[in-house]
């Protein structure tokens, strides 16, 4: 993809500070979250220690996230979650912290700036360097490093990606993605208009382990790419026609969009030829899901990881380990320049610190 | 593996496990065949599964005798059996583009390339969707490519179709050769405008940038979408 706006935005090598010491010495980061509907704050080293995880998620009373109130939310509990995360760590902000790092992007402005703020005063207060941190991005690093994978295909399910990629020259490359809607988004989307509740995913699966009968629904894979609209729109005339049990409905929903996941997974597999496969993100909770793609590893030969509950929906140790291993090689922004972004692609972040 | 059609076939071999089925190769009298196997996943519901190994084996056998009739390299079907999910078919000798492609100097690379231009071209002139275009789906047999795996590919004349098709093209290409993809997809389009002609093919490679800034999180879509709305 050409796209040069804000790529400059890096400064990119090492050796923009203590260079040498710094790639030799453990650094310390502590890593805000706020993309969505968690409010995080971690502590964790460059080697892949996790000293805290401390989040504060917003769940919305009716409907969806609505990002003005999930922001609401955050600047309520950011001082509070802050506070229990440096006491619980011990550690003395000052002398023990070496960075910043902030998630700037994907995700929900006015929630990104709730972070971005935190971050920006707490780096200049203390006089650290701030780290930009891309969210998708942390949610892989997090994963490789609870699951010791070295150079897995990455699943990445969420209310707010489906995405598929593997590192190759540099960067992590997509090999598909939904083109419209994210599974997460279109399981939650339906269980909301049904009344199941929020989060939509466990509810849903929690209603199809009682279904048994298959309805036949949209089924899109083209390539490697996935779409979840057309499910989601015939899945929800079909449960307003009231002509099928909603158990039925549950479970075909799910099974169609969890096979399509898993097909194209299947084929990126037999395309790269990976010994690994990675599950991560808010949907990689789903015991279904998980089951489905271990059988299918299986079947391939390959080792089937999948990151731990704790860190599978957003959380604010992803964001500190990932600010851990730029701050190794001197990636940081100026404080004037920290602007969030809403849109910010995984093929755009250079990966540094992954050896071939 | 049950020898219920294709029984005549000898030595069979397994030479690949792909995505949806299992590949093996083996000897029918003195012809080399692949036999194309779409098995029972364990992973999906019974009924489903079935529907959609039918439905798969039928139009991938549709669609490989008609490319073969338009004159493109792809292997010829010798029979099928859609309720075992079977396809026996012709044996391409030679590698697949994408082991060879770092190995290849970069002005037969560009013929290559231009070559399968033109075979796209001529499919989607035809209403006909490959699907599933990658590296890994070519064979370069005697200097000639060979398109493979129709398994993914269906019948549009649609605009859409085509730019989806071309999109997941070039992003195979990007994703897997990074540093060749721009020089190696400009000869896709020279080989591609020639068939279908300039209008055409320009009309296509509109809707391929447009299907990019559909992606999520593009930066450029929110001011792309904006020009359309001006354009309009």
Redesign the interface.
């Known amino acids: 993809?050409e796209?040069v706006?804000?790529q400059s935005f890096y400064i990119k090598g090492v050796g923009v500070y203590e260079s040498v010491e710094a790639l030799n010495r453990e650094l310390v980061v502590l890593g805000i979250e706020s993309t969505a509907h968690t409010y995080g704050v971690g502590i964790a080293t460059s080697s892949g220690h996790i000293i805290v995880n401390v989040n504060s998620v917003y769940v919305p009373i009716k409907g969806g996230i609505h990002p003005r109130e999930a922001a609401e939310h955050h600047s309520k509990v950011s001082a509070e979650t802050l506070k229990k995360a440096l006491e619980k760590s011990k550690l003395n902000v000052k002398d023990d912290i070496d960075g910043i790092a902030v998630a700037l992007?994907?995700g929900m402005g006015p929630c990104l700036r709730v972070g971005c703020s935190v971050a920006r005063a707490l780096a200049y207060y203390l006089d650290k360097p701030l780290i930009p941190v891309n969210h998708a991005i942390a949610h892989i690093e997090i994963a490789k490093l609870t699951t010791n994978a070295k150079d897995p295909l990455i699943i990445y399910v969420s209310g707010?990606?489906t995405v598929i990629m593997?590192y190759?020259?540099g960067r992590y490359?997509?090999?598909g993605?939904?083109?419209d809607i994210?599974l997460g988004n279109c399981i939650d989307v339906f269980a909301r208009e049904l009344g199941l509740g929020h989060p939509g995913v466990p509810a849903v699966e929690q209603v199809a382990r009682k279904g048994k009968k298959?309805i036949?629904l949209p089924?899109t894979?083209?390539?490697?790419?996935v779409s979840f609209s057309g499910l989601l729109t015939m899945a929800l005339r079909l449960a307003r026609e009231g002509k099928h049990r909603l158990e039925d409905l549950c479970y075909s929903i799910i099974?169609?969009a969890y096979?399509m996941v898993?097909?194209v997974a299947?084929?990126a597999?037999?395309?790269?030829r990976k010994r690994e496969l990675v599950l991560t993100g808010g949907v990689a909770r789903s015991r279904i899901l998980q089951?489905?793609?271990r059988?299918?590893c299986e079947?391939?030969d390959a080792r089937f990881a999948v990151v731990p509950d704790e860190y599978a929906g957003d959380n604010g140790a992803m964001i500190a380990y990932t600010g851990a291993l730029a701050l190794k090689y001197g990636i940081t922004i100026p404080l004037e320049e920290s602007y969030v972004?809403?849109?910010?692609?995984i093929e755009e972040v250079d990966i540094p610190w992954v050896k071939r | 593996m049950e020898n219920r059609r294709g029984r005549h076939t000898v030595g069979e071999e397994v030479i690949g496990?792909?995505?949806?089925a299992i590949l093996i190769k083996a000897k029918l009298y003195s012809f080399t065949v692949i036999k194309k196997v779409r098995v029972p996943?364990?992973?999906?519901?019974p009924?489903?599964d079935e529907?959609?190994r039918y439905n798969r084996t039928v139009m991938e056998t549709k669609i490989m005798i008609e490319a073969k009739a338009l004159g493109i390299p792809c292997p010829s079907v010798i029979e099928v059996d859609p309720h075992e999910g079977l396809i026996v078919m012709d044996y391409i000798d030679g590698p697949r583009l994408s082991d060879i492609l770092n190995k290849l100097r970069r002005s037969h690379l560009g013929r290559i390339f231009y070559t399968v231009g033109k075979y796209i071209g001529k499919l989607h002139e035809n209403g006909i969707i490959h699907?599933?275009?990658?590296t890994?789906n070519m064979i370069l047999h005697n200097d000639t490519v060979y398109l493979i795996d129709f398994g993914?590919s269906y019948y549009s004349h649609q605009l859409e179709d085509k730019g989806?098709?071309m999109h997941?093209f070039l992003?195979?290409l990007?994703?897997?050769h990074?540093?060749l993809s721009k020089f190696l997809f400009d000869k896709v389009i020279k080989g591609y405008s020639e068939v279908i002609g300039e209008n055409e093919a320009n009309k296509v490679i509109e809707k391929v940038k447009e299907?990019?800034i559909?992606?999520?999180?593009?930066?450029?879509?929110?001011k792309a979408k904006s020009n359309l709305r001006h354009k309009e």
């Open positions: 993809m796209n706006v804000g992007g994907p707010g990606n593997a190759s020259e490359r997509v090999f993605e939904t083109l994210p298959f036949n089924y894979v083209k390539g490697q790419d099974e169609t096979n898993v097909e299947e084929r597999l037999a395309h790269t089951e489905k793609l059988k299918m079947l391939h972004k809403q849109r910010w692609r | 496990i792909g995505a949806e996943k364990s992973y999906r519901d009924a489903f529907l959609i699907g599933d275009l990658t890994s993914l989806v098709d997941l992003r195979a990007e994703s897997t990074y540093s299907i990019r559909r992606g999520r999180y593009v930066k450029e879509r929110r």
